[in-house]
């Protein structure tokens, strides 16, 4: 239901003390809130609903009411013309024979409403929108809707543009905003086209693409002046594909006229848009079978036919207005180009002309047609008029057929003239590098230090890799550039990819796999860069997140390389890891100094480097402060405890959860000459009644049991010493086993007595 309110003559219920006028604001509620209108309405039956029932639906609530302090009065109120409009639409293309037409349901539904002054477009298909506003400059008497245009009555014919084939054409294809098609948006402003002088017009109506005016005129002649009759007069005006296309041509000659005068002004492009959706709107219901002659008899182009192809003129215009445009809008040349019909020649001919006279409004369309082939193309006009902008066209995957030698005479030239740069000079290696010049490609890379060269890949990241932009799922692929990094320069390599992820140029995954890429068969060379990035990134990163992942991917790597001994010992590269065990430890606060009693469980049975490098690291990370030991004990499942080295392993992790009574058993067990050397590093502060309570005990038991227990007497003596520091006389009596073996103890508990008169 839709209800368009005026405000009336006012009751007396609107008469207040101090005779104040109160009127009603203006109100506007849209879709199910039109319900709270408070005004009851009904359907009337006619006898004619054949046993149909019909719902009600308040769809729209307008309510009007008079701004008195700006000299509007009650008569501009008077609600004059009132509209649904349904809208069908077929299946709109640049080329003929392919289009179907669904008369059953219409694509969009309009309401307009008028008053003297203003007009409200609204369309209320898939929710209640206002599309457009109109403020007539003269009074209206009358006003009718049409697919092309909105027809007003004054003391002539005005005609406004409206934006029904705008959103029809995006309700029929939501994916019409995209690098392969355009449309001018619905919120474009509307503007006047058209005034036509009519005698003694008084009203009109519409009729598919027909507008028929009444007038009234006082011309008479003498016989009707004594039959005392009035002539009235009737006009028909069809909007035919011929007045269509006539329209616009004169918009695109106006426009162009004032922008002569009015370079800066966006009155072309506005008039351009306008005239896209006149053709539009025309091609939804232009005929094939209706031959039209603009060219004589000879010309048997059909109305379609005649109305794609100043479509296709209209595209190829609006394209050369987007690509002169700004950064903000540039990117609509290409959709509007491609359906425009032109070939890139064509249009690089034409712009290429266009930039050669007007150097001062340089284009911003070539970055769209690298997208294109004719790669030497793009590149010689970029030389010429964006210069700056080669570096990123030289770097676009689609420039892929772009002449290496060509290029790269264009990129020393801009050298010459704009001077040394690091992206300049690392776009220029690349060149050398596909011209298979390996030394020429090795002497610009050293032209800057490291740490430089990763300051340009930072600025353009599309030298190391490309993709991943434009879809988060995409992948990204690492260029050749990388591939040759990857071998004679990882360290390099490595740096850069850090860089990027610190500088959110690209994303931890994303550079996961860049070097799963890079993975070349029957060989683990990125394998083992892929960690040097990890292991770099934990030295970089200072999210937590980020940290916590890397270091349970390191730990996983460190493990797998422990368990695949055997198996790897033949097919591991000869290069070692970008950083050792100590670079690490000195460098990453991640990785903390092996515990001292670490060394005395020593592996005897790891020949490879390699892996003796990865358990150090392993056995670095556990003891730093960060990684998560419960992590990791599910993986250490996988290693044995029966060498020395997996024993370790196990030993630490024990010890960092806190399980230090079964760790004093194991070590005693499998390698006693270590147990003072822990016990003075895991059994201080809050752990040293340890000492006491369970070292003591198990040494003495354990001595006492022992056929060879030099060891343990060594071990045991030291831990009295321990004891007899931290503990009163009296305690240390108790601990004294009553075997006969006192005699052992009294040594210990004298400089007991002795340390507590001292103190």
Request: charged share 20%; with cysteine; hydrophobic share 40%.
């Given at each position: 239901?839709?209800?368009?309110?005026?405000?009336h003559?006012?009751?007396a219920q609107?008469?207040?003390?101090?005779?104040?006028?109160?009127v009603p604001?203006?109100?506007?509620?849209?879709?199910?809130r039109a319900?709270?209108?408070?005004?009851?309405?009904?359907?009337?039956?006619?006898?004619?609903e054949?046993?149909?029932q019909?719902?009600?639906?308040?769809?729209l609530?307008?309510h009007?009411s008079?701004?008195?302090?700006q000299g509007?009065?009650?008569?501009e109120?008077?609600?004059?013309?009132?509209?649904?409009y349904p809208?069908?639409?077929?299946?709109?293309?640049?080329?003929?024979?392919?289009?179907?037409?669904?008369?059953d349901e219409?694509t969009?539904v309009?309401?307009?409403?008028s008053?003297p002054?203003?007009g409200?477009?609204?369309?209320?298909?898939?929710?209640v929108?206002?599309?457009?506003?109109?403020q007539?400059?003269?009074?209206?008497?009358?006003?009718?809707?049409?697919?092309?245009?909105?027809?007003?009555?004054?003391?002539a014919?005005?005609?406004?543009?409206?934006?029904?084939?705008?959103?029809?054409a995006?309700?029929?294809?939501?994916?019409?905003?995209?690098t392969?098609k355009a449309?001018p948006?619905?919120s474009?402003?509307?503007?006047?086209?058209?005034?036509q002088?009519?005698?003694?017009?008084?009203?009109?109506?519409?009729y598919g693409?027909?507008?028929i005016?009444?007038?009234a005129?006082?011309?008479?002649t003498?016989?009707?002046t004594?039959?005392?009759?009035?002539?009235?007069g009737l006009?028909q005006?069809?909007?035919?594909c011929?007045?269509?296309c006539?329209?616009c041509?004169?918009?695109?000659?106006?426009?162009?006229?004032y922008?002569?005068?009015?370079?800066q002004?966006?009155s072309l492009r506005h008039?351009?848009?306008?005239?896209?959706?006149?053709?539009?709107?025309?091609?939804?219901?232009?005929?094939?079978e209706?031959?039209?002659?603009?060219?004589?008899?000879?010309?048997h182009?059909?109305?379609?036919?005649?109305?794609?192809?100043?479509?296709r003129?209209?595209?190829?215009?609006?394209?050369?207005?987007?690509?002169r445009?700004?950064?903000?809008e540039?990117?609509?040349?290409?959709?509007?180009?491609?359906m425009?019909?032109?070939?890139?020649?064509?249009v690089?001919?034409?712009?290429?002309?266009?930039?050669?006279?007007n150097?001062k409004?340089r284009?911003?369309?070539?970055i769209?047609?690298?997208?294109?082939?004719a790669?030497?193309?793009?590149i010689?006009?970029?030389?010429?008029s964006?210069?700056?902008?080669?570096i990123?066209m030289?770097?676009?995957?689609?420039?892929?057929?772009?002449?290496?030698?060509?290029?790269?005479q264009?990129?020393?030239?801009l050298?010459?003239s704009?001077?040394v740069?690091?992206?300049?000079?690392?776009?220029?290696a690349?060149?050398?590098?596909?011209l298979?010049?390996?030394?020429?490609?090795?002497?610009?890379?050293?032209?800057?230090?490291?740490m430089?060269l990763v300051?340009?890949?930072?600025e353009?990241?599309?030298?190391?890799?490309?993709?991943?932009c434009?879809n988060?799922?995409?992948?990204v692929?690492?260029t050749?550039?990388?591939?040759?990094?990857?071998?004679?320069?990882?360290?390099l390599?490595?740096?850069?990819?850090?860089?990027?992820h610190?500088?959110?140029?690209?994303?931890?995954?994303e550079a996961?796999?860049i070097?799963k890429v890079l993975?070349?068969?029957?060989?683990l060379?990125?394998?083992?860069?892929?960690?040097?990035f990890?292991e770099?990134?934990?030295m970089a990163s200072?999210?937590d997140?980020?940290i916590?992942?890397?270091?349970?991917?390191?730990?996983?790597?460190?493990?797998?390389?422990?368990?695949?001994?055997?198996?790897?010992?033949?097919?591991?590269?000869?290069?070692?890891?970008?950083?050792?065990?100590d670079d690490l430890?000195?460098?990453?606060?991640h990785?903390?100094?092996?515990?001292?009693?670490?060394?005395l469980?020593s592996?005897t049975d790891?020949?490879?480097?390699?892996?003796l490098?990865a358990?150090?690291?392993?056995?670095?990370?556990?003891c730093g402060?960060?990684?998560?030991?419960?992590?990791v004990v599910?993986?250490?499942?996988?290693?044995?405890?029966?060498t020395l080295?997996?024993f370790?392993?196990?030993?630490l992790?024990a010890t960092r959860?806190g399980?230090y009574?079964r760790?004093?058993?194991k070590?005693?067990?499998r390698?006693?000459?270590a147990?003072?050397?822990?016990a003075?590093?895991?059994?201080?502060?809050?752990?040293?009644?340890?000492?006491?309570?369970?070292?003591?005990p198990e040494?003495?038991?354990?001595?006492?049991?022992?056929?060879d227990n030099?060891i343990?007497?060594a071990?045991?003596k030291?831990?009295?010493v321990?004891v007899?520091m931290?503990m009163?006389?009296?305690e240390f009596?108790?601990?004294?086993?009553d075997?006969g073996?006192?005699?052992?103890?009294?040594?210990?508990l004298l400089?007991?007595?002795?340390?507590?008169?001292l103190?």
């Amino acid at each position: 239901m839709v209800h368009v309110y005026n405000c009336h003559p006012f009751s007396a219920q609107q008469i207040v003390q101090a005779d104040f006028l109160v009127v009603p604001r203006h109100q506007e509620l849209l879709g199910d809130r039109a319900k709270d209108c408070d005004i009851p309405v009904s359907i009337e039956k006619t006898g004619l609903e054949e046993g149909r029932q019909y719902a009600l639906s308040y769809v729209l609530f307008r309510h009007f009411s008079p701004e008195f302090f700006q000299g509007c009065s009650m008569d501009e109120m008077q609600l004059h013309s009132l509209q649904l409009y349904p809208f069908f639409t077929g299946i709109v293309t640049l080329s003929p024979g392919n289009q179907s037409v669904s008369p059953d349901e219409a694509t969009c539904v309009f309401c307009f409403f008028s008053l003297p002054t203003t007009g409200y477009l609204y369309s209320l298909k898939g929710g209640v929108e206002l599309l457009s506003a109109y403020q007539y400059p003269e009074k209206v008497l009358e006003a009718a809707l049409t697919d092309h245009l909105l027809h007003v009555i004054t003391n002539a014919l005005q005609c406004f543009t409206v934006r029904c084939a705008a959103l029809a054409a995006r309700i029929e294809d939501p994916y019409i905003d995209t690098t392969m098609k355009a449309c001018p948006p619905c919120s474009l402003e509307v503007c006047a086209l058209r005034m036509q002088l009519f005698i003694g017009l008084r009203s009109m109506c519409v009729y598919g693409r027909h507008v028929i005016l009444l007038s009234a005129a006082d011309a008479e002649t003498p016989e009707e002046t004594e039959r005392g009759t009035q002539r009235r007069g009737l006009k028909q005006i069809q909007i035919c594909c011929a007045i269509t296309c006539d329209l616009c041509v004169f918009q695109v000659e106006y426009s162009q006229r004032y922008a002569e005068t009015n370079p800066q002004a966006q009155s072309l492009r506005h008039l351009l848009s306008e005239a896209h959706l006149l053709l539009r709107a025309a091609l939804l219901h232009a005929s094939d079978e209706q031959q039209t002659g603009p060219g004589g008899p000879a010309d048997h182009r059909t109305d379609r036919q005649v109305l794609e192809e100043a479509l296709r003129e209209n595209c190829a215009q609006l394209g050369d207005s987007f690509s002169r445009g700004g950064q903000r809008e540039c990117h609509l040349a290409l959709p509007y180009y491609r359906m425009s019909g032109l070939s890139l020649t064509e249009v690089i001919k034409g712009t290429k002309k266009y930039k050669i006279l007007n150097q001062k409004r340089r284009g911003t369309f070539l970055i769209f047609l690298s997208l294109q082939e004719a790669a030497d193309q793009v590149i010689d006009i970029f030389s010429q008029s964006e210069p700056v902008m080669l570096i990123s066209m030289c770097t676009s995957p689609c420039m892929i057929n772009v002449s290496p030698a060509r290029t790269l005479q264009i990129l020393q030239n801009l050298e010459d003239s704009v001077g040394v740069s690091v992206s300049l000079t690392i776009t220029m290696a690349t060149m050398m590098l596909r011209l298979g010049d390996l030394q020429q490609y090795t002497q610009l890379m050293e032209r800057h230090a490291e740490m430089l060269l990763v300051y340009g890949f930072i600025e353009e990241p599309r030298l190391l890799l490309y993709g991943g932009c434009a879809n988060q799922h995409r992948r990204v692929y690492p260029t050749a550039l990388t591939r040759q990094m990857a071998d004679s320069q990882p360290g390099l390599l490595v740096a850069a990819m850090v860089a990027l992820h610190e500088n959110s140029k690209v994303k931890l995954e994303e550079a996961d796999h860049i070097f799963k890429v890079l993975l070349a068969p029957g060989k683990l060379i990125s394998v083992f860069l892929q960690v040097d990035f990890w292991e770099a990134m934990l030295m970089a990163s200072s999210n937590d997140a980020v940290i916590q992942e890397l270091l349970f991917r390191l730990a996983s790597v460190y493990i797998d390389r422990l368990t695949n001994t055997k198996s790897e010992k033949h097919t591991a590269p000869k290069r070692k890891s970008l950083k050792s065990a100590d670079d690490l430890v000195n460098s990453c606060s991640h990785y903390g100094a092996l515990y001292p009693w670490l060394i005395l469980l020593s592996p005897t049975d790891i020949t490879s480097s390699q892996h003796l490098e990865a358990l150090h690291k392993l056995q670095s990370l556990l003891c730093g402060p960060s990684l998560s030991v419960g992590s990791v004990v599910p993986l250490l499942e996988r290693l044995s405890d029966e060498t020395l080295w997996g024993f370790s392993l196990h030993l630490l992790c024990a010890t960092r959860r806190g399980q230090y009574d079964r760790s004093i058993e194991k070590l005693l067990d499998r390698c006693p000459q270590a147990i003072i050397p822990y016990a003075n590093h895991q059994l201080q502060e809050k752990n040293m009644a340890l000492w006491w309570q369970k070292l003591l005990p198990e040494l003495c038991d354990r001595t006492r049991a022992a056929s060879d227990n030099s060891i343990l007497l060594a071990a045991l003596k030291e831990t009295l010493v321990v004891v007899a520091m931290e503990m009163s006389p009296a305690e240390f009596l108790e601990l004294i086993p009553d075997d006969g073996t006192a005699s052992y103890f009294l040594p210990h508990l004298l400089t007991c007595s002795q340390r507590q008169v001292l103190a």
